[in-house]
DNA sequence: ATGAAAGCGCTAACAA
DNA sequence: TTGTTAGCGCTTTCAT
């Protein structure tokens, strides 16, 4: 429904002006004088008018619309990158239109093609793990090559040339192991996924960095991988922890951290004494769980403020510089699985 | 952007044919003869031509766009909703805007009135919780007034003349408390928000209903009404299942579930022998938490799709009859702080 | 089988 | 100060 309202023809008949006129007074051009303007003004309040979108979209050649296209709403970050993203779109009287792929390729080339048929100025995207692990990218790139305005973030991918949020895991990962170190842990773990995630990658990197200048052994024994198979992961987990001697943990997924927490229990060691964890992605999990964990997260909100206004940037110009990524700093939230240090707050929530 | 690409008047120049005629050729009209028609697809696939939505909704006089306004969308069960309404959406090639109000009265009003100057074809609502406390509901109600295609779902307003998608908590309630008792529990306990909390008076109904019915004594005591303050209620389920010896609790939330097991386990109850819990509202932490916690939660795909479904039917047919109220029957995940029974199926997720 | 023209609702350059 | 006209990109009726 085009709002079943009145239009500017029919306001204009029954003021015996001409259309030009109403929309002029409407929009309060200096070229109207003050009592028409008046009438137009009480006639328009009275029939509750309201400029048709669409015809103003026509002439102005955009829609004040972006696309947002996620794998997954569900979570704490999602909620604060939709809510930066807002914030940044209704300053500029925008709306949002979003898809979610939960993670299927096919699910992600149908979004951006539905939304790209005109109906958005731009898109913010978070790629899905099967685009990301068939390394089919085309539709994305034919966005670029289009100069279609762009804008990835969370799960970005190298490969495509355009605008991106990111965090700065690398140096996160090295400060949380230094950290560590520094408190006196001595066999320090890490839980990551297949070397090829992204996330993965840049943990290992700062966990091992950290490790070596901090005067610890790389001990390629404390890297555990994970895979697909959730079950297979428990058992690896409870293993890992059974045999390891690790007092303390760096994970990139709060549902390994809690699996250790269980094994750990099961074992009778004293978290966080006997161990000590902390996870990336923290999310829902991390914060709810008993014991509480400590996690290394992004800053939603910022990360969709930021993807917004890059975003804009590009939809006001298109052909502008070449294409930036952006770190926003993550945050850390010390919770029951560490010692609180006197470098970080502790959470409650 | 309105997409760059070429447009019917720009085909029709270098074809040397008239702008309707390539438009009838592209909507295959049978006015158009084959060659025609050849010469004018190619030239459009050879320019990736896509028609202009904007144009074409003016004309229609409909945006293709249903508008969806939630409190949160950081939950399974939103995230289902999401995925069921774009299933109906996507069959009917519309697109999908969303708005978070974070529970805020404000952000809901700005969010109906930014989607209803004619971006939207319908709304699909979820009330926010300060707008069900203030009992401010004329935003929803103008639309009603104005025949605007609206359907309300989860966060349901009585007051609001509208359709409605609701869970058959009553019944639930009813026949999860039935269960307990037949199972052998017998001191049920209830926890529960205030009274005027629409899920919190069908839980207890249906409860009162299910102890009568089935020989039980309705105990006051054994109802726990919790509030706003959080710590003020782990203080409230600690010394309740501390002092109440209840072996079973029907929840309305499930952060009240978890602190009901950590009173248990502190005062060495085993769990379910000891206390079964059943939660309503079940989400991530029900499933997630250990023990997982056996939920009755609402199913969201289902509720997302028949959401969609009412509403397509409204914008169909903006005067058809009577609003309508449909309920979802809930699903009910027995984990582990339930006895697993004969009825229903162990939930490991 | 093709084209001319009107029109969806609006804005904006230009005329009066 | 107001009105006329053209046009955004498309569909559709009515001529041809």
Known sequence: MVKSGITLKEMAYMLDVSIATV???L???SEISKPTKLRVTDLAKKHNYKRNITAYNLIRKRTSVI???VPEISSDFMSDVFDGITYEASKRKYKLMLCQTKNKYNSEVNSINALTDGSVDGLIVSASEQTIGRKKYSHLNDLVDE???LVMFDKVIDAIDCDKVGANIFESSYNITTELV???KKKVGLLINSEKEHLSVLCKRGYINALKN???IVDEDLILILGKDELKNVKLIDAFVGSRNVDALVSVDER???EAIRSAQKNNMSIPNHLSIVTFNGDMLAKNFRPSITSVSQNGYLVGREAAKMLFKRIKQK???GFITKNIATVTKYRETSYSTSVGQLYFS
């Open 23 to 25: 929309s002029k007074a």
């Open 214 to 216: 901090n005067g610890s």
């Open 27 to 29: 929009n309060d051009s």
């Open 256 to 258: 390994y951290a809690i």
């Open 67 to 69: 696309g947002i296209i």
């Open 182 to 184: 520094k408190s006196g």
């Open 319 to 321: 052909n502008s510089a």
């Open 147 to 149: 100069n279609f305005p």
